[in-house]
Structure formats: C-alpha cells, structure tokens
C-alpha cells in the first residue's frame, strides 16, 4: 500500500489555510499546514514533501525567499512547488516560472482547478 503524498501548506490566513489543507485531505493527501516560513524550513529539514503549495505574502521571510532557500538544498530542489498568492503580478509570475514554480494561482481562486493541478503534479500520467 502506497503511503499517501505529502503536501506542505504554507498560509498566513488561518481561515484559507483550513479550508484549503481539508480540501487536500479529502483527496487523500497527507497536509502539513504551517504559518510561517522559518517554521516551514525547519521542517523540511526533516522532511521531503511530494509538493509545496506557498503563499506569497508571509509574516517574516516572504514566499519568494523560501522559495529561493528550498531550492538551495539538493533533494528539495525537484519538489513541485506552488505558489497561491493574492499578488496576482505578471513579473511576480514569470520569476516564479523562470525560478521552477510548477506553478502561480492567485487568489481568489477555483479550488477545483486548484485539485486538479495538484493532483496533475502529484500523479503524473
């Protein structure tokens, strides 16, 4: 038996960050939700998520910033990484593409296209 895909959610709003991480669960993803990026660097530290799903705008280091700090590191450098920001800026969203980001949704979004890029990324065909 497969042991299922972890996810780490980095979101400052708790509401979003809820509604979202149980969306992910449902689909049979194991979430870890965190709030802020130092403590989301501490973690992948220990552990390798199958995918990063990063708000933008983070209390401290910013998205971009973790964003850069992850992939400094050998095995999370070829970890999907998705930003979901309400920054929604067209130069913001090709340094993320030109960077690696699987991917930049930005809020208000669709959480079934949300779903379906995750698990897109997830479970590549």
Do not use: C, W
């Not at 965190?34 to 220990?46: D, G, H, I, P, R």
């Not at 970890?79 to 929604?88: G, Y």
């Amino acid at each position: 038996m497969n042991r299922p895909k972890t996810i780490l959610f980095l979101e400052d709003e708790k509401e979003l960050l809820s509604t979202v991480g149980n969306l992910l669960r449902d689909q049979g993803y194991n979430v870890e939700s965190m709030v802020s990026a130092e403590e989301a660097l501490k973690f992948v530290e220990k552990t390798v998520p199958d995918l990063m799903l990063v708000d933008i705008k983070l209390p401290g280091i910013d998205g971009f910033l973790f964003f850069d700090e992850v992939r400094k590191k050998e095995k999370l450098k070829d970890t999907p990484f998705v930003f979901l920001t309400a920054f929604n800026n067209l130069q913001a969203a090709m340094y993320a593409k030109d960077h690696g980001a699987a991917e930049y949704i930005t809020k208000p979004f669709d959480f079934e296209y949300l779903i379906t890029r995750v698990n897109d990324l997830l479970n590549p065909r």
